[in-house]
């Protein structure tokens, strides 16, 4: 594995068209908006995509979704209790020995970090509390104009239960919310080799997490998500030429102009600003 000598920086463009993308279309969860009017897709929601595609590709992940949960654990403490209690005795006590077993065993964490901080019943084994700072961070995605949302009540005309009279049993009642029409949507973020060292992140890991940010939406359909409702527009991907950067984050991320006029979306780098800095500009997946 070839340790990460670059930092980088990454801006994704995202498209959303009566979609709601950040999850769960009942129970009255409402796509976020700002303040202002602005759609927002949480980092959470973000890196729940990212783990969800990694896994995907085969990597070992903490964080799971139940329904991704394939190892047996029911529970995050139950994970890490499991894994624990294949340690030595004298390894388990040992926090720096912890630390860097739980980055070399699962991808998010050694990516995105993750505190540990659960009870010794809840693991089984010697009790641990250590916090990992993960390399990669992400931001919120924000839309790039206001956005307005569509509420759909939903009838269920089925049958649900058997009734004492024979008749029809009640009709259930939800409302389903999406965003109205099209948007656009950004979301910035790097990877820090600082970090990286820290937790073994690898030059390997980043071709990982690049590969994620271009195929976000892949095996992510559901019925607030329909298939092709959700799509990555563009990835541009800034790589320094040294650990600590050539420039500030802020400013890189400044240099992306991102322009939507007449329905179509146009990504762009103002090189002016950042010059020297190599970057790609890549189409999702």
């Known amino acids: 594995m070839q340790s990460l000598q670059n930092k980088i920086d990454f801006v994704v463009v995202l498209g959303v068209e009566n979609a709601n993308p950040n999850g769960d279309p009942l129970g009255g969860n409402r796509p976020r908006t700002t303040a202002d009017g602005l759609g927002e897709i949480s980092d959470v929601a973000i890196k729940r995509k990212m783990r969800n595609r990694a896994q995907d590709e085969g990597e070992n992940i903490f964080v799971r979704m139940q329904e991704r949960a ?3 654990a029911k529970s995050l403490s139950e994970r890490l209790g499991n894994f624990l209690k294949g340690l030595p005795k004298e390894d388990q006590k040992n926090r720096d020995v912890v630390f860097d077993k739980v980055c070399q065993q699962w991808f998010d964490v050694r990516a995105f970090g993750q505190v ?11 009790g641990v509390s250590i916090g990992v700072r993960g390399p990669v961070s992400i931001q919120s995605a924000f839309s790039t104009e206001p956005v307005a949302i569509d509420s759909v009540q939903i009838t269920k005309s089925v049958n ?8 029809k049993s009640s009709d259930t009642m939800g409302t389903k919310y999406r965003i109205s029409g099209k948007a656009v949507y ?3 973020g790097s990877i820090s080799p600082q970090l990286a060292e820290k937790t073994g992140f690898s030059q390997e890991d980043a071709e990982i997490i ?5 195929t ?3 095996n992510d359909e559901s019925s607030a998500r329909p298939s092709g409702s959700m799509e990555v527009l563009k990835v ?8 600590a950067g050539q420039y500030s984050s802020a400013k890189v991320h400044r240099s992306v102009k991102v322009d939507t006029n007449n329905d179509k979306v146009k990504v762009e ?6 010059s020297g800095l190599k970057y790609e500009i890549l189409d999702g997946q």
């Open 70 to 72: 394939d190892d047996g």
């Open 116 to 126: 540990f901080a659960f009870k010794k019943k809840d693991t089984g084994a010697e």
């Open 160 to 167: 649900s239960e058997t009734t004492d009279d024979g008749k």
């Open 186 to 188: 950004v979301t910035k």
């Open 210 to 214: 690049k590969k994620t940010l271009l």
């Open 216 to 218: 976000l939406f892949v």
């Open 236 to 243: 541009v991907w800034f790589t320094h030429d040294c650990k």
């Open 269 to 274: 780098v103002n090189t002016d600003e950042i």
